[in-house]
């Protein structure tokens, strides 16, 4: 089972991303992940968060100098351009020297939505996202052949009737979440439509989710814990999470 850590892309200086990734690497993470969104979580509509693929770049010296996994966790294929994606991750790629996982989504945060003007409801964007993903796994696949890169593609949320499923036809890996029950019931479904050679599976715990279980984690077959870390109001992030994970996980 492989431990890694997701960064919120808000409230610490663009320099420190690379800093603190190093700290992880050094504690002996396996992946590090960004997600993706132009509007933090927490604060107001009209806050901002840092450009996650801009950021993406700046950790490429990390993942080359060390054994760390690099990873978006997720972009929303709502404002992400499957082409464009496709391209950024075989860059990345390139220049960390190994494998990059590019985590999408089907978007849905209010304050995303807001900004690119998005008024649609469900079903419009579930829609486009299922149509979005067949394009990602074309371009991710000629960017492949052409470049010999190495991007592979995960599908985040575990929405049942459609993610999930979407997942299983489209992607190479799924991260849900938790409790252990919740994700073990889409896991069946993964396993039920089946799933490419070497698919991957994850979660994605936050504070919610301690103390970690990582025995029962580990008995339904998760391939990945990644703990998303909010910063610590202090200009960094506190990486005791992820401390604690890996001491609990091995």
Request: hydrophobic fraction near 40%.
């Amino acid at each position: 089972m492989r431990i890694g850590v997701q960064f919120q892309t808000h409230g610490v200086d663009p320099v420190r991303f690379a800093e603190v990734a190093h700290e992880a690497a050094s504690l002996g993470v396996d992946g590090v992940f960004l997600w993706d969104h132009m509007v933090p979580f927490v604060g107001s509509h009209d806050d901002s968060a840092w450009e996650t693929w801009s950021l993406m770049g700046s950790l490429t010296a990390v993942a080359a100098s060390s054994s760390v996994t690099l990873g978006v966790l997720v972009s929303p294929l709502t404002f992400r351009h499957p082409q464009i994606l496709a391209r950024a991750a075989a860059t990345i790629s390139r220049l960390a020297g190994r494998r990059f996982i590019l985590g999408v989504g089907a978007g849905g945060f209010v304050h995303d939505d807001r900004l690119f003007g998005d008024e649609r409801g469900t079903v419009e964007r579930m829609n486009e996202f299922g149509s979005r993903l067949a394009d990602l796994r074309d371009a991710v696949d000629e960017q492949n052949r052409r470049h010999s890169t190495d991007v592979v593609i995960w599908v985040g949320g575990d929405g049942p009737r459609r993610t999930v499923p979407l997942a299983a036809r489209y992607a190479d890996g799924w991260s849900g979440f938790g409790p252990p029950e919740r994700w073990s019931t889409r896991k069946e479904i993964l396993d039920a439509i089946g799933t490419r050679s070497e698919f991957e599976t994850s979660v994605l715990l936050t504070p919610m989710d301690e103390p970690f279980e990582s025995t029962a984690w580990r008995s339904i077959g998760v391939d990945w814990l990644i703990r998303s870390l909010r910063p610590d109001g202090g200009g960094s992030f506190d990486l005791e999470p992820i401390r604690r994970l890996l001491d609990v996980a091995r």
